[in-house]
């Protein structure tokens, strides 16, 4: 859309490795963006950029912000580059990669990169085409979440979860190890939205983030207990006889060997690991299974310690007992 032959607004969306993935507006006058903005009629951007995004032309045209290739001339750490052009500096990696294959094979050439800002073009499309074509070396991608990854497909066979609105029907929410507020900030209106409906909400975190603050209840486990703590779940849902068995039965293979696993973890054995107090266990267990709907909601965080993929395999399981939804969410 156009409001003057020299000014367009440009539709995009947030780059950054973010759930939210917003929609947002950059006006451009005269080939020059001067405003960049949320796109107000998004249903989840809502019309508004978080602190990290908001900023954005302040970088695009900051006068430090590097606009051309150098190239070192001095000794690792001297801060020593001179100004080359692109074309030089193009050709100076191809000779450079050309010589690399053919000493040592393309794939000795290994293309280290993540997400970041790149988005979906830049990191699934454009550059992977072009390491394919050059065979190099596979990169994995999955530096900051393999192990959840891995667990999320071997349990649930996809990785798929609800809209950010669909925690308005819930009647309890577990955030479990993520902080949305700092890392998903659009699920928060909903969140709270869901609270003032009587939506309970627990948080189990070991820290003391800002979406725990506005929490019904903060349960604390120490670092790296999270998988004894649902296992301490599962038990007391087991022993209560608080699972859906017919769904079970239909649906999942293995939960009676995970019944028999659960049985290993009573909550005074997890209060001595965890330090959450086997009350507090009881409770959240007897809550979590009677409450519906309830909506679990985890992220990649809780994976990052050894052991860290069964404890994801753990989460994942805990709502199949009772036919229940689990939410991944990056970051």
Known sequence: ????????????????????????????????????????????????????????????????RMRYPLRRVGPKGSDQFERISWDAAVAEIAQRWQQIIAQHSAAAILPYSYSGTLGLLQLGVVDTRLWGRMGA???DRAICCAGSHAATYATLG????????DVLNSKLVLIWGHNPASTGPHFMPFLRQAQRNGTQVVVIDPRRTATARSANQHIQPRPATDGALALGLMHVIFAENLHAEPWLEAHTIGWRELRERAAEYPPERVAAIS?????????????????????????????????????????????????????????
């Open 275 to 331: 330090g959450v107090p086997a009350a507090t266990i009881v409770d959240l267990a007897r809550r979590y299974a009677t409450t519906k709907p309830a909506l679990l909601k985890t992220a990649d965080g809780v994976q990052r310690h050894q052991n860290g993929g069964q404890t994801f395999r753990a989460l994942c399981c805990l709502p199949a007992m009772w036919g229940s939804t689990v939410w991944r969410a990056a970051a």
């Open 1 to 64: 859309m156009s409001s003057a032959a020299e000014t367009m607004f440009v539709r995009g969306c947030c780059p950054h490795d973010c759930p939210d993935t917003c929609a947002t507006l950059t006006e451009v006058r005269d080939g020059r963006a001067v405003r960049f903005i949320a796109d107000p009629d998004h249903p989840h951007t809502q019309g508004w950029l978080c602190a990290k995004v908001r900023p954005y032309l302040e970088r695009v045209y900051a006068p430090d």
């Open 158 to 165: 996809a990785r798929h979860s609800a809209d950010a609105e």
């Open 137 to 139: 070396s596979g990169l």
